[in-house]
Nanobody, 126 residues
Framework: QLQASGGGLVQAGGSLRLSCAAS????????MAWFRQAPGREREFVASINWSGGSTYSADSVTGRFTISRDNAKNTLYLQMNSLKPEDTAVYYC?????????????????????WGQGTQVTVSS
């Protein structure tokens, strides 16, 4: 089970840190990712991370502003979001997969993830 938190309302240029707490003993074996979905749009890949945290990948739209990380001792995934823009406004979802691929194409596909959190709303005002 995944529980996302940390969303909120922030002004453009501000920062937020999202957290995703996972239950169970196998968190460290999962590849993880963040996706987001704005109203009227498809779910969009944001960033992914392998089981150890040693490999990360992010969408071009957030590279240099967002950082994904994980703490396996705490069973928690993070997304540090800096320099937020109004277009970052969306519901953010964390996801886990037992089938993590080193191929970036597959990391971007929502269908490649087995478990999803409930989502946390991020709103960036201009």
């Amino acid at each position: 089970q995944l529980q996302a938190s940390g969303g909120g309302l922030v002004q453009a240029g501000g920062s937020l840190r999202l957290s995703c707490a996972a239950s169970g003993r196998t968190f460290s074996s999962y590849g993880m990712a963040w996706f987001r979905q704005a109203p009227g749009r498809e779910r969009e890949f944001v960033a992914s991370i392998n089981w150890s945290g040693g490999s990360t990948y992010s969408a071009d739209s957030v590279t240099g502003r967002f950082t994904i990380s994980r703490d396996n001792a705490k069973n928690t995934l993070y997304l540090q979001m800096n320099s937020l823009k109004p277009e970052d406004t969306a519901v953010y979802y964390c996801a886990a997969t037992t089938r993590y691929s080193s191929n970036y194409y597959y990391q971007r596909q929502p269908g490649g993830y087995d478990y999803w959190g409930q989502g946390t709303q991020v709103t960036v005002s201009s």
